[in-house]
Structure formats: C-alpha cells, structure tokens
C-alpha cells in the first residue's frame, strides 16, 4: 500500500470518529481524488474490520447487538415507561404495525393490557406470542424468511405483504439513533421497518438513552419520516438538533 493511501485511509478512520457516516462524494472532495478511489478505500477497510459499508457511504464499525433474547434483560424498568408513554400516544389507532425488538415487546405487552378491538399487524413472534393474552385483538403476522437471532420474519414476501396494508401507527424499535436517523443492525429487518413507515398514517420510535449517538448500517428512515420518538432521556447534541429542525415531538417516558 502506498504512503499516500495509507495516510488517507487513516484521516479517513479518524474523520469517523467525529462523523457518525461519510459520503464518497464529501470524502472525495475532502481528499481531492476520484469517487473510485474513495470507494477502494472504503472497500478495503471494510474488509479489514474497521468500517461498514452503506449506500453511498460508511459508518463506524460497531458490533452487532445481542440477540433479542439477551436485550430483554436490558433497561427493563426503562422500557416499561416508554411502553406505558406509546400505549397512551397511540390509544386511538385501530390498526398498528409493531417491529420486532426488546422494547416493541414491552409495548405490545402494555397493549395487550389496555387497548382491544384493534388489529396489529408484525412479523415478531416475540409481539404477536404477548399479543395473545388479549382476545380482542386481532394479530396478524406477516409471512416472510424467519431469523431466528431477531425472532422476525424478514425478506421480500415480508415486505410485499406489508405493501398490501395501510396503518394507522408504525410502532418501531432502533439499534441506532443518530442526526441522519434511526438506524437497525440487521439490514433485513431494516428493510421491513422501512416497508412498515411507508404503509403508515404516523411512526413511532420508541428507545432507551442507550441508543443516542450510535450509526448502525440499516438506516430505516429519516426523521423527517418520523412522527414522534418515545424515549427515557433527554437528547442532546447534533441528534437533539436534527430532531429539532425536523419537528419530530419528544417524549420522555
């Protein structure tokens, strides 16, 4: 490798250390050579473990989360608060879509207990199993390829049966929260979760202080997208700006 990639791919690492994504087109500009050549570099530190690889760009390398299983341990007394908040924001609707997640799990609990005669349509048998407990409410679970690490039907019949309904709220859940959006680790679960905000009157984002300021490689929406995001902390910084200017109301549970 020549000194001169090697120096560019290296302010390139540090540039994401204070970005939490880079466009090909800005780091082009920034380094004054061809998008190619950006798209090589990328490419190879992609390879190497120290970037992921989006449209048009890169993101820091994080690891990916824990399966499903293991986040419901997590921020518990948190989620709960943030499931009572939504349950109460979303009284109203009669038919809800409901991503998969550890905190969409806790709502669809608070659901199960306050609201009936609705119809929620998700592809998480996490959801749909706490659903059960309530007779009046109609689930529907959406076809699809099973991941078992997520405990969701992902893939494209998932997200052609979807295209198939209109909602009144999308409920969703995040790996991710950053100033550009909310952002998933497994981009087929993304791809749902975009399918899911397309179909609906109004998007809910329902997560916990720990997703602040974290990129991951699925981003699902822009909060222009979003109507509202539920969550136990106030943020701040840049992701507090972008919400700002993009008028997404928060709510803290």
Not at 21 to 44: F, N, Q, Y
Not at 231 to 247: A, C, E, F, I, R
């Amino acid at each position: 490798m020549s000194k001169a990639k090697t120096a560019r791919q290296t302010k390139i690492l540090a540039e994401l250390n204070n970005a939490p994504s880079l466009r090909i087109v800005d780091l082009a500009k920034l380094h004054d050579v061809s998008t190619e050549t950006i798209r090589r570099d990328l490419d190879e530190l992609t390879s190497g473990g120290h970037l992921n690889r989006t449209y048009g760009g890169a993101v820091r390398a994080i690891a990916q989360e824990p399966p499903v299983t293991e986040r419901h341990r997590m921020y518990v007394a948190e989620r709960e608060r943030i499931a009572k908040a939504t349950v109460k924001l979303i009284s109203d609707g009669k038919l809800l879509m409901i991503g998969s997640g550890s905190t969409t799990v806790h709502v669809a609990r608070r659901i199960a207990t306050e609201m009936k005669n609705i119809t929620v349509i998700t592809h998480s048998f996490g959801v749909a199993t706490v659903l059960s407990i309530n007779p009046t409410i109609r689930v529907i679970v959406v076809p699809g390829e099973y991941n078992p690490t997520e405990g969701a039907m992902v893939g494209a019949h998932a997200v052609a049966f979807l295209n198939g309904f209109s909602a009144d709220y999308t409920v969703l859940g995040a790996s991710g929260l950053s100033e550009e959006g909310p952002s998933e680790a497994l981009l087929d679960c993304s791809a749902v979760y975009s399918t899911m905000v397309q179909r609906a009157g109004k998007t809910v984002v329902v997560a916990d202080h720990s997703k602040f300021n974290t990129t991951f490689a699925g981003r699902y929406a822009s909060w222009h997208q979003v109507d509202s995001l539920i969550t136990d902390q106030p943020p701040s910084g840049k992701l507090l700006t972008s919400l700002t200017q993009q008028k997404v109301t928060i709510q803290q549970a």
